[in-house]
């Protein structure tokens, strides 16, 4: 089917490299137990092969199978929690396969398909797969799914587990295979009723591991005075240093390049970075650097191997998502990783020869790590149950889950939904809500795009919702370049708030032809404008599907703003807060339990007005709400007039409740 006669020098080459990985000494077994089983557990240290080879292996072994009446084609699917993995490793299998990405070997994340009818081999992300069981409940399309990274256990991938189990019984031809760096190896196989386990033992040389003596105040500076001792005073081999994200990464590459010139080569890595980018981190480093330094988020702890690496530094944080069901507050935040993220770090820096970790913490503090609880036991699970809902499992309660969330949560999600009208009084979706649950967007910004008609705006919604779908569009310099950026991005600025500045970001480009250099000059960044471009296309292809009408109010109308804003509080409704004018702070309403919040810094706001609505509640030393719009107070009651009942929701209670 997709054999080729002949393949080029690149496939032999690398076909040494790869029979070199471990997972290769145990193909033979492998292929037995997937051949015998409907379902295998494979444990295997990080860089061990598994996302690159397994997909490969399982492929060969499906592709020499007779087909059969319930599987219209052989399409084996492996699921990678992060978007990254997803693109990254499929370019990789389709250059190890010596295929065209995108042919044989493809991958499908959010709003990027990158897969065709000849796709044999998808990578795609848990989330997808998720989507694609929506059409079609018994993934008909698929001959094997490989569910990787489960030891992550984000919230797709639990549910996957649920979902997988069941559709494995009522299709006896499909084959699951369960891949994890680590795995709670019990509880795994109690929950997959005793499959069987290949270990696959890694090869790890040993990691010396450093502690500090006291805590570090300031872990960015430690991690890059670590890093500049480390050039001075160790011999050859790379660096790799864990952050928490974008900013943090790209402020300490710059720092760490500035001390050391071009000694060394200096690499960021995080999600929104572009492909071409993201693949230097597997390139030789070329001359005269001698040493390279990857700075990168959690990415590089499990998803992706570089190879060369010998020593690790570790500040002991990550980003990650909390939910108090309290306050109904989900939000990042900078926290201690677990132990078992910690070892993963350190493992990163025996890939090839002995090496060293240097443990921005304490020993104690080490011992001090808790675990950290899966995804779905610190998430909002509004969009979960909408899902779920759209799988039809009606029953939340007896669904198969790893671990139940707890019932205030569901309990909330199910509050969330109905408030957003995509659930009836007996708990059935609504058509709001099964077209909501169409979307590939949060409840809130579906249900803004649903009704978004209705305010006489859709075609700005649509605009709207596909800027707040791509990575932030303002690019923000350091250092002199970032007085003439903020100046950029004042230009643009709408005073009543962020969501209409970004309006006008969009609008601007499109009226600049969608002009690279015109993005250049303005400090917008091109990749996300065009990815918001294509976003939106597809957008409007769900729209069309659901022959809702495609329109504006006329600009120079005085309602023009004005119906934006009410569609976006249509969804958002939920998210707002009020100005409490004798504190001058602001307050958020209703459910959320009049949390004190600060407007985040990158707000385009000239005023403080009384009432805002906000997308995000970030979480750092302080509470901030960030992409925030003005809205009127009496707007609450017209668009959501069963949630903002007046007469339960007194003007001062406001202030009641702040006293008390
Ligand atoms: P595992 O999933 O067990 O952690 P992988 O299959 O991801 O292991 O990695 C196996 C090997 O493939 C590693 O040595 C890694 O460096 C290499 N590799 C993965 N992606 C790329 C790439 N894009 N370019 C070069 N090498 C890669
Ligand atoms: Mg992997």
Request: aromatic content about 8%.
């Amino acid at each position: 089917m997709m054999r080729k006669k002949t393949y080029s020098p690149r496939y032999w080459e690398i076909l040494e490299k790869r029979k070199n990985l471990p997972v290769w000494l145990q193909k033979q077994e492998f292929l037995q137990t997937f051949k015998q089983n409907q379902m295998v557990l494979l444990v295997g240290e990080t860089g061990s092969g598994k996302t690159t080879q397994i997909p490969q292996f399982v492929l060969e072994a499906v592709l020499n199978e007779n087909p059969s009446p319930n599987c219209k084609k052989w399409l084996v699917g492996c699921t990678q929690p992060r978007r990254v993995a997803a693109t990254s490793v499929s370019r990789r299998v389709a250059e190890e396969m010596d295929v065209e990405i995108g042919e044989e070997v493809g991958y499908t994340v959010r709003f990027e398909d990158c897969s065709s009818p000849q796709t044999v081999l998808k990578y795609l992300t848990d989330g997808m797969l998720l989507r694609e069981a929506m059409a079609d409940p018994l993934l008909q399309r698929y001959k094997a799914i490989i569910l990787d990274e489960a030891h992550e256990r984000t919230l797709a991938t639990d549910l996957l587990f649920g979902l997988l189990k069941k559709v494995l019984t009522n299709r006896p031809d499909l084959k699951l295979v369960v891949m994890s760096a680590t795995l709670e190896t019990d509880r795994f196989r109690k929950y997959f009723s005793d499959a069987p386990l290949i270990k696959v033992p890694g090869r790890l040389h040993p990691v010396e591991i450093l502690y500090t003596l006291e805590p570090e105040m300031d872990y960015l500076e430690a991690a890059i005075s670590t890093v500049i001792q480390i050039h001075t005073c160790e011999p050859p081999g790379d660096i790799l240093v864990f952050l928490t994200g974008e900013e943090e990464i790209e402020d300490a590459c710059s720092r760490i390049a500035r001390k050391l010139g071009d000694q060394v080569l200096v690499l960021p890595l995080y999600s929104t970075l572009p492909p071409a980018v993201q693949q230097k981190i597997f390139e030789p480093t070329p001359k005269p650097a001698v040493r390279k330094i990857v700075v990168s988020t959690n990415i590089a702890e499990t998803s992706l191997t570089i190879d060369g690496v010998v020593y690790v530094v570790d500040p002991g944080f990550s980003k990650q998502k909390i939910y108090e069901p309290k306050t109904c507050v989900e939000s990042l935040l900078v926290s201690p990783i677990s132990q078992a993220s910690a070892d993963q770090r350190a493992g990163r820096a025996g890939r090839t020869q002995p090496g060293k970790c240097f443990r921005l913490y304490t020993e104690k503090s080490f011992n001090d790590l808790k675990q950290t609880p899966p995804e779905i036991l610190r998430s909002n699970l509004a969009n979960t149950v909408l899902t779920l809902k759209k799988l039809g499992v009606n029953d939340l309660v007896t669904f198969d889950f790893m671990e139940p969330p707890a019932p205030a949560t569901l309990a909330g999600a199910l509050a969330d939904l109905f408030h957003l009208g995509a659930l009836d009084d007996e708990v059935n979706l609504t058509k709001t809500g099964e077209m909501m649950s169409e979307v590939p967007l949060d409840p809130q910004m579906a249900k803004m795009l649903m009704v978004s008609s209705q305010y006489n705006c859709s075609n700005e919604i649509l605009s709207l919702s596909a800027m707040l779908s791509v990575p932030n569009c303002f690019i923000r310099p350091r250092g002199e370049a970032s007085k003439a950026a903020n100046e950029a991005k004042s230009r643009f600025a709408h005073i009543d708030g962020d969501h209409l500045t970004l309006l006008n970001v969009y609008h601007a480009f499109l009226q600049n032809n969608q002009d690279p250099n015109w993005c250049y000059e303005n400090f917008i960044n091109y990749k996300a404008m065009k990815s918001a471009v294509s976003v939106r296309e597809q957008l409007v292809r769900i729209m069309k599907r659901f022959q809702m009408k495609l329109c504006s109010t006329g600009f120079d109308s005085r309602d023009y703003y004005v119906n934006i804003k009410k569609a976006l509080l249509a969804g958002y409704f939920m998210q707002v807060a009020r100005l409490e004018k004798t504190t001058g702070h602001y307050l958020t309403v209703k459910d959320t339990n009049n949390q004190l919040v600060h407007l985040h810094p990158s707000n385009c706001l000239d005023h403080k007005p009384e009432w805002i609505v906000y997308k995000d509640y970030v979480k750092t030393s302080r509470n901030f709400i960030r992409t925030v719009t003005h809205i009127r107070g009496e707007w609450l009651v017209e668009v959501a007039p069963d949630y903002y009942n007046l007469a339960k929701f007194p003007k001062c209670e406001v202030n009641k409740k702040r006293k008390r």
